[in-house]
C-alpha cells in the first residue's frame, strides 16, 4: 500500500477554492462554442466592427452582436467607438495566449 500523504497534502495546499474552479470552468465554457471561437480566432487577426464580422462569418449583426456582448461581459473582448462604429478586438494579451496555445496544442495531435 502507498503512503500518499505528503503529495495529497501539497496537492490540496495548492488546489483553488472551488469558487474559482467553477470561474475557471465557466471560463473554458466560453470557447467551447464554435462561433465564439470563430469570432476570437477573428479579433486574434485584426480589430473588426460587427458588420465585418457578420460577413466574415456569414451571420447576421444581430447574432454576431449577442455573442460578443457574451464574450465582453466575459471580458475577453473589449471594444472603442470611432464615430458611429464600434471596433472590437481582444481584451488583453491573456486572450491572445490562450487561444495561441489552444491552436499549438491542436497542431501538435496531428
Known amino acids: 500500500m502507498h503512503n500518499h500523504t505528503e503529495i495529497l497534502q501539497k ?8 469558487e474559482r474552479l467553477m470561474e475557471l470552468s465557466d471560463l ?4 467551447g462554442d464554435s462561433t465564439r471561437m470563430k469570432i476570437l480566432y477573428s479579433l486574434f487577426e ?27 461581459d466575459a471580458n475577453l473582448v473589449a471594444n472603442r467607438r470611432e464615430g458611429k462604429t464600434i471596433y ?3 481584451a488583453d494579451n491573456h486572450v491572445r495566449t490562450i487561444i495561441g496555445e489552444g491552436l499549438e496544442h491542436i497542431s501538435e495531435e496531428q
Open 11 to 18: 496537492v490540496r495546499e495548492g488546489l483553488p477554492e472551488t
Open 88 to 90: 472590437y478586438f481582444l
Open 28 to 31: 473554458f465554457k466560453l470557447f
Open 46 to 72: 485584426a480589430e473588426l466592427c460587427v458588420c465585418a464580422i457578420g460577413e466574415l462569418l456569414s451571420m447576421s449583426p444581430s447574432a454576431i452582436s449577442h455573442q460578443l456582448k457574451v464574450l465582453k
